[in-house]
């Protein structure tokens, strides 16, 4: 196709590990990239200038090499693969010995899981006094991490950051996961990669970081990267160094390049400049179609996902569930892993109990996934983070629409769908009891609008407890029709009255929207 680049003739060598180190908010990531980065022998061969591009490689006494993208946390990660891209083989879980498994630690491993890369463990400030280590390992089993010492296959290596300790033990249990890996690039054809890191540089112009994934970039080469393009003027590696050429694995910045590209942008080396005009210009629509195709259909990545699934690009409708007891995740995993068939399958990244959070979005994201919420809502942040991010949460209540839903996906074809368009949020402030019309609801519209009729959810604690219709809408003494955002008025509910103080109502109209 158009996006092939010419394969020359060439063996399947080894090449480097590429390795994103995970876990909690200050158990040591950016201490341990800066240590790793101080063991390498051919930076103290070299004077020992190390640049900050995105990503570096280091050489081990004996040889090998290991490369580490260097923007520690779930940030980078998640960017690159919400663009497609995997460039990870494996993921260093950094866990504090003091401190345990901890929320983001175990976003990490969901990361993980859902790009289906290995996990190394390293267990992080053993020098501190008085850690246990039982303890971290009985955490990480709570989360299937089965390390070695309990007959499990996932590696685990004590270190310290501060002091330099095991760090040597660590890159070899990296190179020994990349030997069962089995790692292997061809580094005779023409360079392809992924761009890490991008910027405008005063002197140099635009400046890719750019991990090679296939073949080899040489200066000379002409290449396009997302949807820009040029001929490579110098290539510079991570020791602030000139290259000519930047093989398997090496993370090297590009200079030469028509405009700054985007991280997670594809990079490929073609034959000629028309070629690369050609495949940039190609790029070029197909990003214009896609945004008019999701602005057209409104419906974000669902539409997005359905096209994927029609033009034959996407093979799985991956989805997170979110519930509000433990037996409907159950019932609706039990639904999902029946569906699919032999050219999509349904796969469940993650299922729980509990409101749709911000790491939940964030997840869906990366994966291109559909969020399945069954009776429980969104936080504030996280609605506001799925509407930017584009991502598709779907509000259920009843467990077969959710099945009809997903097969209609993977079937590629939408059928006609209640969609619901929430208006606004208001929150209890107080009770009243109001004679002849029951409990009232003194609340403070917090979002949006309310309206008289419109169709009510109350939601305590994430979960949703009651789905009905307003009775009353007051201000004052006053009936009104509607009621907007920063102001206060009295609710009553039709045929319900267990309503509590601090309860957030869910205000929505409906809508019938035909078969995409
Ligand atoms: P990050 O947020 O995961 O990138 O964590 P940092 O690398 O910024 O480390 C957080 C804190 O833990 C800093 O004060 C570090 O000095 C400290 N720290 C990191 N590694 C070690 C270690 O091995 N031992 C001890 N005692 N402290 C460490």
Same mark, same amino acid.
């Not at 990660?77 to 460039?87: H, K, P, W």
């Not at 009353?472 to 009621?483: A, I, M, S, Y």
């Given at each position: ?46 004077? %020992? ?17 290991? @490369? ?9 990660? $998640?960017?690159?693969?919400? !663009? ?20 983001? $630690? ?21 020098? #501190? ?7 971290? !390992? ?66 140099? %112009? ?7 994934? #296939?073949?080899?970039?040489? $200066? ?23 290259? #000519? ?31 690369? !005009? ?56 039990? @639904? ?8 999509? !399958? ?32 969104? $936080? ?67 979002? %949006?609008?309310? #309206? ?65």
């Amino acid at each position: 196709g158009l996006e092939g680049a010419v394969d020359e003739e060439g063996e399947m060598l080894p090449r480097p590990p590429v390795v994103t180190i995970m876990g909690h908010v200050d158990h040591g990531k950016t201490s341990l990239l800066d240590a790793l980065r101080k063991t390498d022998v051919a930076a103290r061969e070299a004077g %020992g200038i190390t640049q900050h591009i995105g990503a570096y490689q280091v050489e081990v006494p004996g040889g090998g090499k290991v @490369t580490f993208i260097d923007t520690p946390g779930h940030e980078a990660f $998640t960017a690159m693969r919400a !663009r497609g891209a995997s460039v990870t083989d494996m993921v260093v879980l950094v866990v504090a010995a003091d401190d345990g498994v901890m929320p983001q $630690t175990i976003e990490a491993i969901k990361h993980a899981r859902a790009a289906e890369v290995p996990l190394i463990v390293a267990v992080n400030k053993i020098d #501190k006094q008085g850690v246990n280590l039982d303890r971290v !390992r009985n955490e990480l089993l709570q989360h299937e991490i089965v390390v070695e010492s309990l007959g499990g296959d996932v590696q685990e290596i004590q270190v310290s950051a501060l002091k330099g300790t095991n760090l040597d033990k660590l890159l070899e249990a990296i190179l020994l996961q990349a030997e069962i890996l089995d790692l292997r690039a061809n580094p005779a054809r023409a360079g392809e990669g992924t761009v890490i890191e991008s910027k405008l540089d005063r002197g140099r %112009g635009p400046v890719a970081t750019v991990l090679v994934q #296939k073949g080899t970039l040489s $200066t000379g080469d002409i290449v396009v990267a997302g949807s820009e393009w040029g001929r490579v003027r110098a290539l510079v590696d991570d020791k602030g160094r000139p290259a #000519k050429v930047a093989g398997p694995s090496a993370p090297v910045e590009v200079l030469g390049l028509s405009g700054v590209p985007g991280a997670g942008e594809t990079v490929l080396a073609v034959e000629s400049e028309a070629r690369a !005009r050609e495949v940039s210009e190609f790029r070029q629509r197909k990003a214009r179609e896609k945004t008019a195709a999701a602005i057209s259909a409104g419906r974000g990545t669902l539409s997005d996902m359905l096209a994927r699934i029609q033009a034959g690009q996407q093979k799985e409708v991956a989805v997170v569930v979110k519930a509000d007891v433990q037996g409907s995740a159950e019932a609706i995993n039990a @639904t999902l892993s029946k569906l699919g068939n032999e050219e999509v !399958r349904v796969r469940v990244l993650h299922s729980a109990v509990g409101q749709i959070t911000e790491s939940d979005v964030q997840l869906a994201k990366a994966s291109n996934a559909v969020v399945v919420a069954f009776n429980v809502r969104a $936080t504030a942040q996280a609605r506001e983070m799925a509407q930017r991010d584009g991502v598709d949460i779907r509000y259920y209540s009843i467990i077969y629409q959710v099945q009809d839903d997903i097969e209609a996906l993977y079937k590629s074809r939408l059928a006609p769908v209640q969609r619901e368009n929430f208006i606004g949020y208001a929150s209890i402030l107080q009770v009243f009891e109001v004679k002849r019309l029951g409990k009232v609801a003194g609340c403070r519209v917090t979002e %949006g609008v309310v #309206k008289r009729g419109c169709g009510v959810r109350l939601i305590r604690e994430g979960v949703v407890i009651h789905e009905g219709e307003l009775s009353t809408l007051r201000r004052f003494k006053d009936d009104v029709k509607e009621v907007t955002n920063g102001y206060e008025c009295g609710m009553g509910f039709r045929n319900y009255d267990d309503i509590r103080i601090g309860d957030q109502i869910e205000c929505f109209e409906t809508e019938t929207v035909a078969a995409a």
